[in-house]
């Protein structure tokens, strides 16, 4: 685990702090896009500048990516390694669960090509799912 995030910092030109460390570890363990306060509660003792800062810098340089889901908490996720500073390649939905509230990337739902309005040029787009995620929908079963 150490060696992985050691190797994830670096390949991101991130000099190896202990709390980027600590942040890293919990994004590959969850598996699921977080807030800042997500990972102050996870972390407990944190100072929430140099957490803020943290995020900042983690999604500068291609490591996390805004999973924007629809709700108004601003939620990160973990890029899939095609994304490098500046140039995110995130093209893929997100799922909000509307029972536990989670929200996770949809890799495999990429989004749509869209015929922007003439005379727009488009820099962004977002596709939000919102629903019962498996987990859930198996509690219920
Ligand atoms: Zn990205
Ligand atoms: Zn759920
Ligand atoms: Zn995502």
């Known amino acids: 685990m150490e ?4 190797q ?7 000099r190896l702090t202990s709390i980027r460390k600590e942040v890293l570890a919990l994004f590959l363990e969850r598996q699921e896009a977080l807030s800042q306060h997500d990972l ?5 003792e944190v100072d929430r500048i140099t957490l803020y800062r943290t995020l900042r810098s983690f999604e500068e340089k291609g490591l996390i990516h805004r999973a924007i889901d629809g709700t108004e908490k ?5 890029c899939q ?3 490098t500073a500046h140039t995110h390649q995130d093209d893929h939905a997100h799922f909000h669960c509307e029972q536990c509230s989670r929200t996770l990337c949809l890799e495999e739902t990429q989004l ?3 015929n922007s309005p ?7 787009t977002h596709l939000i799912l919102q629903g019962i995620c498996a987990d859930c929908q198996m509690q219920q079963a």
């Open 3 to 6: 060696e992985q995030l050691i």
């Open 8 to 14: 994830v910092l670096k390949r991101h030109q991130l």
């Open 40 to 44: 102050e509660e996870a972390l407990g």
């Open 74 to 78: 601003l939620r990160f996720a973990l």
């Open 81 to 83: 390694g095609l994304c």
């Open 112 to 114: 749509p090509e869209l």
């Open 118 to 124: 003439p005379g727009y040029k488009i820099n962004q």
